[in-house]
């Protein structure tokens, strides 16, 4: 079967990992921002994108394309500061159609936020953010930044895309 990686990204951890799973599986890979290649030529897809303000930056995207999605195997890959877990599944369930939800096997990467590098719009509301956050750990990494890139947690991607590849 035939695949590509396709992903948005906004400070560069969605690409990084985008870069390991096409390194790792020979995929090629696509950024959203800067191509209109065709879903409908592959047999699969691997989607990847960060969660910014608690949905998927690709969110528009992913609505617009729905039926191509829907119509073949899909893996998808979030980043974010957030690990898996309920509060993660609710901003997804909350921003992507439910047929998408229901249809792609989802791995939650975790991603790199260097305050220095966000826009002064983006890091101001991080700040705002952190002091209303009750998790007095996350807050800290809200307004300090973070770092949890870590190339081996690509591994269940690179294994379903084998399967899907056998």
Same mark, same amino acid.
């Given at each position: ?5 396709? @992903? ?18 020979? #995929?090629? $890979? ?15 897809? $691997? ?27 899909? $893996?998808?890959?979030?980043?974010? %500061? ?5 509060? #993660? ?10 047929? @998408? ?5 989802? $791995?939650? #990467? ?15 509301? #991080?700040?705002? %953010? ?14 300090? %930044? ?21």
């Amino acid at each position: 079967m035939r695949g590509a990686i396709f @992903f948005s990204s906004k400070y560069g951890s969605t690409a990084q990992y985008a870069q390991w799973i096409a390194e790792a599986t020979s #995929l090629p $890979v696509y950024d959203l921002d800067e191509t209109d290649a065709a879903l409908a030529k592959f047999d699969f897809l $691997v989607l990847g994108s960060p969660v910014i303000y608690y949905k998927p930056m690709f969110h528009r995207w992913v609505k617009r394309n729905l039926d191509d999605i829907l119509g073949r195997p899909t $893996v998808f890959f979030s980043v974010s %500061g957030a690990g898996a877990g309920p509060k #993660l599944d609710g901003w997804l369930a909350d921003s992507l159609p439910a047929a @998408f939800v229901s249809h792609a096997a989802h $791995v939650a #990467l975790r991603g790199r936020q260097d305050p220095e590098e966000l826009s002064r719009y983006d890091r101001s509301m #991080l700040i705002i %953010g952190g002091l209303k956050n009750p998790d007095r750990k996350a807050a800290k990494e809200e307004i300090h %930044g973070f770092d949890f890139m870590d190339k081996k947690s690509i591994r269940p991607i690179v294994e379903r895309i084998r399967e899907l590849q056998a």
